[in-house]
Structure formats: C-alpha cells, structure tokens
C-alpha cells in the first residue's frame, strides 16, 4: 500500500507558475504508474497528466499540453507537476494517484491510491 500526500497549491494570478508535489510513502515507489487528475466544483474529475514507472514517458490532456510538465524523482519517492501560464478555467482541486498495475492511465477510477488533493485557483 502507498500513501499520497499532495502540497504547493494556492491562490495565483492567471499567467503565473505553481509547483505541485506529491509525496509518496513505502518503498516500491517507483514500481508504481503515477497520475495527476483535478476536479472543478460541479464537475467530474479529469485527467490531466501521468507518467510512467521510470519517468521516461509523460503523457497530458489536451488543455494543459505545452503549459504543465509531469515528472518524478523515484530516489525522493516524489512526482511533480510545474504548471505554467495558469488560466482560471485551472482552477480546482489536485488530487495525485498511483497505478498498481499495467491500466487505462487516463481513467480516474483505474488508479489505486489517491492523495487528499490540494487546491488551486486561478485569479483572472
């Protein structure tokens, strides 16, 4: 089993940066696929980027290509997500997740463990 803990949202002018973090604890860190998703109020929860075992493949939605960059440091036990040129439709909250197995990567329910979530707003 792994547990998630997620840091580094806040408040953010639309155009600015954030760093996400997401702590894992165990130490089979890296055997597992890692995942980031968000959730706007009223909505489902979406996929937004993940990112294999090794960390050598990353792979996004559409809406953040080209402005957020997954990665992970399996030495830390720690995936990242840098996001750039923040817009207010980014607002929500950030939940990080870990896949135990070789499954749909852009499918929310298909992840095993998940971290509480960290909220991010953009301000326009």
């Known amino acids: 089993q792994v547990q998630l803990v997620e840091s580094g949202g806040g408040l953010v002018q639309a155009g600015g940066s954030l760093r996400l973090s997401c702590a894992a604890s165990?130490?089979?860190?890296?055997?597992?696929?890692m995942g980031w998703f968000r959730q706007a109020p009223g909505k489902d929860r979406e996929f937004v980027a993940a990112?294999?075992?090794?960390?050598?493949?990353?792979y996004y939605a559409d809406s953040v290509k080209g402005r957020f960059a997954i990665s992970r440091d399996n030495a830390k036990n720690t995936v990242y997500l840098q996001m750039n040129s923040l817009k207010p439709e980014d607002t929500a909250v950030y939940y990080c997740?870990?896949?135990?197995?070789?499954?749909?990567?852009?499918?929310?329910?298909?992840?095993?463990?998940w971290g509480q979530g960290t909220q991010v707003t953009v301000s326009s």
């Open positions: 990112v294999s075992r090794s960390g050598g493949t990353t």
């Open positions: 165990g130490r089979t860190f890296s055997s597992y696929r």
């Open positions: 997740a870990a896949q135990n197995s070789v499954s749909d990567r852009f499918i929310a329910s298909r992840y095993d463990y």
